[in-house]
């Protein structure tokens, strides 16, 4: 590890002058490359404080030898430089990017005397016409199965084609009208190359005039009497419109646009993107980017516009580029891919109508793509056994945690508090063990003594059950311990949304009535949602119980940091780790479900009435007597012979049904705050 004072240029050394710097590493190999308005400036930020830095960029400054930089004339320029410098070196601390080079594009080799339709992958090529991508190649042949009755272009092999030259015989396609037969000489190169064209020309988005066009020569044909033509000129008009139809409409002023969406965690960001032409989807693609360096989601929109439009040019960067945050310099980034379109360029958030509105579909695949690559990557049992043995490595554990159990507080400004206890065994979601809490040992906002309060009745649960079947023989407790008690935890058992999917081996522990025991299983990891003040309540709560072979750990948010029980400094996992991706997937999930049941909770007081404290009154009888009365206010008002009078209520029932009502406090009248008058709730119902 370096020092980044031994290779810290000088005072005065810096430009103050736009350009591109590259960090190297002690073999002289280019690690991260970047850019700045001024080199002076965005230099000395590296060489701060190591304790300042991000863990990322203090990673990345450590493992450099030496820094060095190139002046240049514009931001441009150094947009320009950077990207080149990215693909390049491919430094290890940039953004890296899972690209998308297996998406098919629908290809016209204009490059060719007689160009070919296909299905392309891969790098583009020069003088290659591409339209797409695709999500997959079966789209491109649907869609060009009905275009080659209108545009009848090549489509064939070369090996093909040179066979059928030689032959004189045209392939099947040419017999049957879907292929213009240039191989045999049906047609002229420059008559080719002309109906090569005008199919580009159509899957541009011009597509209006050319319809227009056939169905005007269709009338004339029919007005000459010429039926076969105009028979065939309606199918060809009929083709076409089947092929618009697989692409709607998105956007009813015909616009050129790519629109770009990110959804990102800690880690990595997914990008999709949406190319519209003529106001068509015409391709979407995306990818994943690992968050090697510290970027916020203006740097990562940057960086997937170099992707983008990197090595394109002219109409295949659009007229509008929309984007969910704008670059740290969008004067720049906008002339940069002017010059690369040749011609002016919008870059954009969009902010109302249809473009707004396909940006939140935009959004929403992006979120899908993310959820999908976490999945697929969790899914791994190598890069599950690999992520265990990374957390045991980096918490100095004996053994790798087979069964993780993470804990989180959640509620609203101090109401409603609850936790969530979630459990991952060999790395997956064991959600039938799934437990929530409600926080009843005192009242407020404490997420600490929260956290202890959880820790101390999940673990005396636990003990408990080892001492009524005999597993665990009483010891002296050390000093300061609390024997467990006799009652048991106050827990909710079920979870709030996953079903019980048992142990598929019969070897779950179970009660005597065949019931699953609610806490047998001790993990060897405990995770607290939080840093050190959470950590530290939850070994306190242990170490009162006497427990001492059960791992605990935080994981903060902010800068994904693990800590560990008497350390002042964290454990920081490289951000490649699939063990801090483990951990990170637990304490989300005990998050989702903390703050489920906490929602859950919160709208279950919400709906509350004065009826729920009448003993035996149910939801069918509840309703009766609102739909009698109309309201709950009138129905306080009534007798005691009047609520007997409700099909189903006895008088007993009715007794007690105006004991509770008589109980409750009035409520408070409601204003009309436009007039400031007192509203009389006549007709009110109510959400028994």
């Not at 002058?17 to 700045?36: L, N, Q, W």
């Not at 590296?46 to 990322?56: E, G, N, S, T, V």
């Not at 070369?158 to 879907?178: D, E, S």
């Not at 939140?360 to 690999?386: E, F, I, W």
Request: aromatic share 6%.
């Amino acid at each position: 590890m370096a020092d980044p004072s031994s290779y810290r240029p000088k005072p005065g050394q810096i430009p103050d002058s736009p350009g591109v710097y590259k960090f190297r590493d002690e073999h002289r190999r280019v690690i991260y490359v970047g850019k700045a308005k001024s080199l002076r400036q965005r230099l000395a930020n590296y060489f701060q404080d190591l304790a300042h830095l991000h863990p990322r960029t203090r990673t990345m400054v450590t493992t450099a030898a030496s820094v060095e930089w190139t002046v240049v004339a514009t931001e441009v320029e150094a947009l320009q430089l950077e990207y080149s410098w990215i693909k390049e070196f491919d430094p290890r601390f940039n953004v890296k990017y899972r690209d998308d080079k297996s998406y098919p594009y629908l290809a016209v080799t204009l490059n060719e005397e007689f160009p070919r339709v296909q299905v392309m992958r891969g790098a583009k090529k020069k003088g290659v016409r591409y339209f797409g991508p695709y999500g997959h190649a079966w789209a491109i042949r649907e869609t060009v199965d009905l275009m080659l009755r209108v545009f009848p272009v090549r489509t064939c092999s070369a090996g093909v084609f040179k066979n059928a030259a030689r032959t004189g015989r045209p392939c099947l396609l040419g017999y049957i009208g879907k292929c213009s037969a240039p191989c045999v000489g049906r047609v002229t190169p420059e008559e080719h190359r002309e109906l090569a064209d005008d199919f580009c020309d159509f899957m541009a988005g011009r597509t209006g005039t050319y319809i227009r066009r056939l169905e005007k020569d269709m009338m004339v044909a029919a007005e000459e009497m010429e039926y076969e033509r105009a028979a065939r000129l309606r199918d060809d008009v009929e083709a076409l419109r089947r092929a618009l139809e697989k692409s709607a409409v998105v956007l009813a002023d015909a616009t050129d646009a790519d629109l770009i969406a990110l959804a990102e965690d800690e880690l990595e960001a997914a990008v999709q993107i949406f190319h519209v032409r003529g106001g068509r989807v015409r391709g979407q693609r995306g990818w994943v980017t690992d968050k090697v360096e510290a970027v916020e989601t203006s740097d990562l929109v940057e960086h997937a516009l170099q992707q983008l439009y990197g090595e394109e040019r002219g109409d295949a960067v659009p007229k509008e580029v929309l984007v969910p945050a704008l670059p740290e310099d969008p004067a720049a980034v906008s002339q940069w891919l002017a010059d690369r379109r040749g011609s002016q360029v919008s870059l954009r958030i969009p902010q109302r109508g249809d473009k707004k509105d396909l940006m939140v579909t935009v959004q929403r695949n992006a979120q899908q793509a993310l959820g999908l690559h976490k999945t697929r990557r969790a899914s791994d049992l190598t890069t599950r056994s690999r992520a265990l043995e990374e957390i045991a490595e980096a918490l100095g554990l004996d053994t790798a945690p087979l069964r993780i159990e993470c804990f989180d507080i959640s509620h609203l400004q101090g109401d409603d508090v609850v936790a969530s206890m979630v459990v991952f065994e060999d790395g997956l979601a064991r959600k039938s063990e799934y437990r929530r809490f409600q926080i009843k040992g005192f009242e407020g906002q404490d997420d600490v003594r929260s956290m202890h309060e959880v820790i101390g009745r999940r673990f005396k649960r636990y003990l408990q059950e080892k001492e009524r079947t005999g597993e665990w023989e009483e010891t002296p407790a050390p000093t300061g311990a609390v024997p467990a008690p006799a009652a048991a935890a106050t827990a909710v058992p079920e979870p709030v949304d996953a079903a019980p999917d048992g142990d598929p081996f019969g070897n779950e522990p179970r009660e005597d009535d065949g019931r699953p025991k609610r806490f047998a299983y001790p993990p060897q990891l405990v995770v607290v949602d939080g840093g050190q003040p959470q950590v530290a309540a939850a070994k306190r709560a242990l170490d009162e119980l006497g427990i001492d072979d059960i791992a605990v750990c935080g994981l903060a948010k902010r800068l994904e940091e693990v800590w560990l029980p008497d350390d002042d400094d964290p454990v920081v996992l490289p951000r490649s780790s699939e063990g801090l991706y483990l951990l990170q997937r637990v304490r989300d999930e005990a998050h989702r479900f903390a703050i489920t049941y906490q929602r859950a909770k919160r709208a279950k007081r919400i709906r509350s009435s004065p009826l729920d404290a009448v003993t035996g009154l149910g939801d069918t009888r509840k309703q009766a007597l609102i739909k009698h009365f109309g309201s709950v206010k009138k129905l306080k008002q009534a007798t005691i012979d009047e609520i007997c009078a409700v099909p189903g209520i006895g008088r007993r029932t009715a007794e007690s049904v105006a004991a509770a009502l008589a109980s409750t406090a009035p409520a408070a009248p409601a204003v009309n705050t436009a007039t400031g008058e007192i509203i009389e709730e006549d007709d009110g119902g109510s959400t028994a």
